[in-house]
DNA sequence: CAGACGTATTCCTAATTGGAACAGTACGCT
DNA sequence: AGCGTACTGTTCCAATTAGGAATACGTCTG
């Protein structure tokens, strides 16, 4: 998922940050920058990183690699651990609910900002959705990109029938 | 939201507990008891609930109410605050991320099972909105539950979709 | 009247969040 | 050459959130 090429010198945790900007936002959290750094920690303490200092730059930097133990470990949570279901923190739906507070007019402007969001963030997707492109070798990160463009084009189009019935 | 007749008693932190996961649960989080009692302590130093002990009963317990001032509070939130992008916790796009470090047909199997737990949390989210009925008093919370079911089925058809490229 | 279950609250610990703070490096501008 | 600004990289801190365990009291049932 990160890495791409696996056989290069690993990432830095600002380079992961980064990453997880970019991509994991979509379909989980931007990890704070704290939180990168100690879970380097204690992945690295726990045998499933190896983190090295870099000193062919001019500044020492220590770059992560997954280990062996990491990546057997990371399939066979893949293999079987719960599935949990999907968490939701959504501050709009939070809103209509106590919509009877609003003005009939804020709300729908609520709902017009939003489908604006939607719109954005979409756009933000697609353009990593062709980062992508069709290599057979990122199918699988190219799916999940598709799954959240549905996802958006659903929420539009809900949205918008429940501003009509406002 | 919660409350109903706000000329009532009030709500134990326990019922607001058992309130937020029935219904609260499905676009935002179920908050633990801990996370309740102390909100409400906070909430109340502050002036936007007022905790009354309720010794009307065999045990005494505190029940809590909005003030006049939370209420002015709340509304004022909902007037002028900036409107969050909704976050989204998927763990099923996650593994999916990682879908070549599964098998093929484990992969599958993975959507599958996430289709079925769609099916019945939708079940679960039906029987909130068959409570609420077509009562104009509840008007709002039954459009958020109309959106809710209409996401879970338009993820199903995207996942459906989606399994079908395999 | 013991045991199980629902109600009600408190307590504890870990994880997560959301930065700010700090420091080095690169780059263009004057 | 020196200056300011932006980017890279890491650490640190405080507040919030999460997830339950622990503790009671009440009620109902066999």
């Known amino acids: 998922m990160f890495g791409g090429e696996s056989s290069d010198v690993g990432l830095t945790g600002y380079e992961i940050k980064q990453r997880a900007d970019r991509t994991l936002r979509f379909y989980w959290v ?22 090295v200092d870099d000193t062919t730059g001019k500044r020492t930097t220590r770059r992560f690699r997954i280990t062996a133990e990491g990546r057997e470990s990371l399939e066979a949570w ?13 501050p ?34 697609e353009a990593v959705r062709e980062m992508l492109g069709d290599d057979e070798a990122l ?8 799954w959240g463009l549905a996802y958006y084009d659903a929420e539009v189009e809900i949205v918008e029938k429940l501003r009509r019935t406002l």
């Open 139 to 146: 199918a699988y990160p190219a799916r999940v990109a598709d």
């Open 30 to 51: 931007s990890p704070a920058m704290s939180q990168i750094y100690t879970e380097l920690d204690r992945l690295s303490r726990n045998g499933y990183v190896d983190g």
């Open 78 to 90: 893949l293999h079987t651990s719960e599935h949990e279901f999907p968490i939701l923190k959504h």
């Open 92 to 125: 709009i739906a939070l809103r209509l609910m106590l919509g009877s507070l609003m003005g009939p007019g804020e709300v729908v402007s609520m709902l017009d900002v939003y489908v604006d969001a939607v719109a954005e963030r979409r756009k933000e997707l």
